[in-house]
């Protein structure tokens, strides 16, 4: 019987493998396999859209801003500083979890966002709780036809929350 050497031996595993797609791609991991321990998401909407009501509360966002705006999730831990951007929007942060507490977060940011009707940013500090949402900053340009928004907001999630 003849003896198989190492690259006839290689050519038969290989072309097993190509064979049975599903067994190579058997355990295959997903984004969230990359999510740490103790890490929360910290989920950035944005949109030339109206994100709150004149007078209302930086956390009471209109449900038309969350059904239209566009999405960024960043994984995130407390105490740690990142950054991160899209083609519009771009934000620094840095958050910690505020002194006895697990559910209340400092947050603080710069951040910008670009788009055909012109730029808007804002940089700041607030404290807010896991779960609240806070609109960071927009504009508002008024002309006699129509009113033009851009806004952008954030809050800090659970993996499964979000």
């Known amino acids: ?23 190579t791609t058997a355990g ?13 998401v910290l989920e950035i909407r944005y949109c030339e859209c109206e994100a709150i009501k004149p007078d209302g509360h930086p ?13 960024l999730k960043v994984a995130v831990s407390a105490g ?7 083609e519009e ?21 710069a951040g910008t966002y670009a788009t055909a009707s012109g730029n808007s940013s804002g940089h700041g500090r607030f404290v807010f709780k896991k779960g609240q949402w806070a609109n960071l900053f927009g504009t508002l340009h008024e002309s006699e036809t129509e009113s033009l928004h851009t806004n952008v907001a954030v809050r800090l999630v659970e993996l499964g929350d979000s």
């Open 1 to 23: 019987m003849p003896r198989m050497n190492q690259k006839t031996t290689l050519q038969l595993i290989v072309s097993a493998l190509l064979a049975l797609p599903g067994f």
């Open 28 to 40: 295959e991991t997903v984004p969230v396999d990359y999510l740490g321990d103790n890490q929360l």
């Open 59 to 71: 956390s009471d966002l209109l449900p038309d801003f969350l059904k239209d705006s566009k999405v």
């Open 80 to 86: 740690e500083h990142g950054f991160v951007a899209s």
């Open 89 to 109: 929007v771009s934000i620094g942060y840095r958050f910690n979890l505020v002194t006895n507490s697990s559910e209340e977060f400092e947050f603080r940011y």
